[in-house]
């Protein structure tokens, strides 16, 4: 099932995944991929995507093919490990999946291949399952940003 916006299809917007540019391509039964174009903020000073970006789509990748089996609830990062294995260059593509899931947990990969089909970085992380509960700024879920003015 392919959704048109990333954020919809969490039922919830998710402000730095959109900043990123992030188009959901597969979202169901325990596999994932995502598409990422990565503009020029998002490179590194050798003019490749930053390593941040990348474990960015690694996490987000590994989310989704988490959630993709329920997606009525949301999924937390518990632990996540990284390889860069070669420079990622031009556009991008996150393919997860969902290698193992308890009640309450889910194990998953993901790997960022270029545009060549070269893999790039992969990544294995432990999820929590969790409720989705309302946020806002009316929402005591919501972040509360103290002023030091």
Known sequence: MVEPNFGLGFGVAIP???????????????????????????????????????????????????????NDMGVVTIEMKTTFMQPARGKLSGK?????????????EATVFDEDGRACAHST?????????????????ALNVISTD
């Open 96 to 108: 997860g999946r969902l290698m193992h899931r308890t009640a309450t947990m889910a194990f998953a």
């Open 16 to 70: 730095f995944v959109n900043l990123l540019g992030f188009e959901l391509k597969l979202f169901e039964g325990g596999l994932s991929e995502i598409a990422y174009a990565p503009k020029p903020d998002h490179l590194n000073s050798f003019a490749v995507t930053h390593g941040g970006a990348l474990m960015t789509l690694l996490d987000v990748t590994m989310a989704t093919a988490a959630r993709s089996v329920q």
């Open 125 to 141: 992380g432990t999820f929590k399952y969790v409720k989705r509960l309302p946020t806002g700024p009316r929402s005591s879920n």
